[in-house]
């Protein structure tokens, strides 16, 4: 039986309104067709005003009456919203809940044929330029079905198709990714004061030089040892910069760090 609504959202968390923002600007989805539910009706009342969408606070009947469901709910609270729609026997489930896995999801539901589908979003959705990866291998058999959820995190920003046994690798590099660049780029405005700049003149130099890095490689063929060396000139200052990097195994820091938050990230999956 055709289903009233196309998408049901469960949560309406700062990463449920990025994915809602993407989802009505683009036009992907008619705002009729789009609901979502959530324990707080000021959150309810803010996004039902902005984008004129379905809003409730009763996850049984989204869950009855949607064709996608997705959770965007904390994961500790998973168990409590999978007792309200006890029943209900979703088709097809999406989640961007840390850590929780397709079998965990699941076995939560009590409904073991369902399919099911993982993203790990990340904070520049909630400006269009996020990265997700996202496995939607329950789906391979329905094209239709695949396109639709490419589609819809496609608003968000980039799309990577990939295995669930590397969503841990992924919250690692983009997941978690926007937080070590805010950290560079507070280290070079740090740098840059010390240096005598003013606070708003070092920001300025350094956000829209990581910025513009970024848009050259996007563009560029060009290895990145390669484009490290030709900012390198031998003699010159950027060399020295580079030396006290390496002296410090930045590299190294780089990778313990990225390790280290897989590592917590398969631990809260094991949960």
């Not at 989640?95 to 993982?118: D, F, P």
């Not at 563009?219 to 390669?226: D, F, M, Q, V």
């Amino acid at each position: 039986m055709k289903k009233q609504f196309k998408l049901g959202i469960i949560g309406c968390g700062f990463m449920a309104k990025s994915i809602i923002k993407g989802i009505c600007e683009s036009e992907y989805i008619k705002n009729r067709k789009l609901i979502v539910s959530d324990t707080s009706h000021d959150k309810l009342n803010a996004v039902a005003d902005e984008y004129g969408i379905n809003v409730t606070d009763d996850n049984r009947y989204l869950a009855e009456n949607s064709e996608y469901i997705l959770f965007a709910v904390k994961p500790q609270n998973f168990a409590d919203v999978a007792k309200e729609i006890e029943g209900v026997n979703p088709e097809k489930v999406i989640s961007i809940m840390a850590g929780v896995k397709k079998a965990t999801i699941k076995n939560t539901l009590g409904v073991g044929l369902i399919k099911v589908a993982r993203c790990m979003p990340n904070l520049p959705c909630s400006v269009g330029c996020g990265m997700m990866g996202v496995d939607m291998s329950d789906y391979d058999k329905n094209t239709d079905d695949i396109e639709f959820i490419y589609h819809l995190f496609n608003c968000l920003g980039s799309v990577l198709s990939i295995s669930e046994d590397k969503l841990d690798a992924v919250t690692g590099i983009s997941g978690s990714g926007p937080a070590y660049a805010f950290i560079f780029i507070d280290s070079l405005i740090d740098a840059g004061v010390k240096q005598g700049l003013t606070k708003d003149e070092a920001k300025l130099l350094a956000i829209q030089t990581v910025f513009g890095s970024c848009q050259l490689l996007m563009e560029t063929e060009k290895p990145l040892s390669e484009l490290i060396m030709s900012v390198c000139s031998k003699g010159g200052t950027t060399i020295e910069a580079v030396k006290v990097f390496e002296e410090n195994n930045f590299r190294g820091i780089v990778s313990d760090a990225v390790a280290a938050c897989v590592k917590r990230s398969k631990e809260l999956s094991q949960n």
